[in-house]
């Protein structure tokens, strides 16, 4: 496929492989839903697709038909059709897009993209454990600039009427935050995260975690509940969606069998397993209990601007 690309216009077939990754998107995290899976051959939208018989084929390879009903051309995906094919086109279609994006949008994004630590942790809930959703980040995480609103600033501005800017100012900067995912069979997985990441950089990590990392799965918040990996969120920030310093998702297979008990495997990998550890009020290592001046900082900022902290929520 690549090959047989090779020469086209990138102006001209980025737009279509974005396309097809929109399409096989909006199938992927709606597969009971039928609208998504007929698409009008005519349409504006699919007209960027068409000029390229090898992702034509590309999509008829997956499952895809293309009828003519009542005098209209659609495309159509049977509910037949495994989905696990069209999760791998969506793959190959994102590696053709990064390569043809502008390079400077990659270099935007090196920092972000670079290797990085998740420092996983895993946890296994007890009947008597503590809330996996209550958790903090170790001070380390924090980074106080000369911008940062300090006790002092704090009691001169006690009373003030502020602009959102002001606000803002007194929000804690973070360098990193921390994700925890809970899976229904008990299990909680932990990983560090810089703020300016995304939330398809948490499903990449859950899924290098998983048993069965071909399987189609979704990420969802506390309630009020977002389904955080469908398509208008998957590329946001985890700053952006409010999930820094400290977040809890909850897991789901996309087929919707989510058993748990005897004979049924852990979600996670066996090795993963076999390090996992009682969930424990002082589970984070390293962890500075003494957090007396940011304590201060967020409390002289809520009393006077009426802020409310993430401080031990998910």
Known sequence: LAASLGGADPAVLLP???????????????????????????????????????????????????VTENS??????????PLSNLNELRGIMEVEARRLRPKQDASNSAASAAPFDRETRVYRKSDDGVDPAKFDVPDSFFDPT???????????????????????????????GLVRIRFTDGYVIQGKFRPTETVKAVHAWVQSCLSL?????????????????????????????GLIPASLLNFWWQ?????????????????????????????????????????NVQRSGRQSSGLSSREGSG
Not at 72 to 81: D, F, G, I, K, W
Not at 147 to 165: C, I, N, R, V, W
Not at 214 to 241: A, N
């Open 213 to 241: 990392p071909d399987r189609l799965f979704y990420l969802t918040t506390m309630p009020p509940v977002m389904r955080v990996t469908d398509t208008k969120m998957i590329s946001q920030s985890l700053s952006e969606l």
């Open 72 to 81: 209209e051309e659609l495309v159509r995906l049977p509910e037949s059709s």
């Open 146 to 176: 000369a911008s940062d609103f300090k006790p002092s600033q704090a009691k001169a501005t006690k009373g003030m009427l502020m602009t959102k800017s002001m606000r803002d100012a007194l929000k804690p900067k973070y360098r990193y």
């Open 16 to 66: 279509a492989l974005e396309m097809v990754i929109k399409i096989s998107s909006a199938i992927l995290e709606n597969p009971g839903n039928a609208k998504y899976r007929c698409i009008k051959r005519n349409g504006a939208a699919f007209q960027r697709v068409v000029p390229f018989q090898s992702l034509l084929h590309a999509l008829e390879l997956v499952g895809f038909f293309f």
């Open 255 to 295: 087929d919707g069998i989510n058993d748990v008990g005897p004979g049924i495997p852990p979600n996670i990998t066996p090795d993963l397993v076999a390090c996992a550890e009682t969930l424990r009020p002082d589970a984070l290592p390293g962890m500075e209990r003494e957090r007396s001046w940011l304590d």
